[in-house]
């Protein structure tokens, strides 16, 4: 599924694939172990997504692969400006991954903005996570700035925007 095909607050079945939607109370402990990741910091992780659910419930996706967590999305619009948001999460599972999942979500995400009438969407990523980087530019999103530490010591990021408010370029 490309960029523009609204699936806004609905259900996502691609045949052979993922169901996209909103996160339930029951998804907690699948995605709290997707957010750990590698580095196994249970209580930072289930804190956000805990706090996430709460204050972002129509913009947290959940990715469904045989009825368990394949990935998530969290979207989310500051308060002083709800024409511009930010991605905060996009995570696959390893072993969910190409399998057009993260674009699923994306995918999803962008149209629940675009009905939201948000103009423009900005999201942090790793310089050297070059398979992220490649699929936001699909969705048409380019690097804005670099920030050194953007996280701390050693957490640079690269910041990446799009404008959901001009034609799309083909």
């Known amino acids: 599924m490309g960029p523009g095909r609204a699936q806004s607050r609905e259900w996502l079945n ?59 999305c969290i979207g989310a619009m500051p308060q002083d400006n709800y024409r511009e948001a ?3 999460r996009l995570k696959v599972s390893a072993p969910y991954r190409r399998r057009h999942i993260g ?30 980087q490649a699929l936001y530019r699909l969705f048409g999103f380019e690097v804005a700035a670099f920030h050194k530490g953007y996280f701390g010591d050693g957490e640079d990021r690269l910041i990446m925007a799009l404008r ?6 083909t």
Do not use: H
């Open 103 to 132: 674009s699923d979500l994306l995918s999803t995400l962008l149209a629940e903005f675009k009905q939201k009438e948000v103009s423009a969407v900005q999201l942090s990523v790793a310089p050297g996570n070059t398979g992220a």
């Open 14 to 72: 691609r045949p052979m694939g993922a169901l996209i939607r909103l996160f339930a109370q029951a998804d907690f402990p699948g995605i709290c172990l997707l957010e750990m990741g590698e580095r196994g910091a249970q209580y930072p992780a289930c804190v956000f997504i805990r706090q996430a659910s709460v204050l972002y419930p129509k913009t947290f996706l959940v990715a469904l692969e045989n009825g368990e967590p394949a990935g998530y």
């Open 164 to 169: 959901l408010d001009q034609p799309c370029r």
């Open 86 to 88: 930010w991605i905060l």
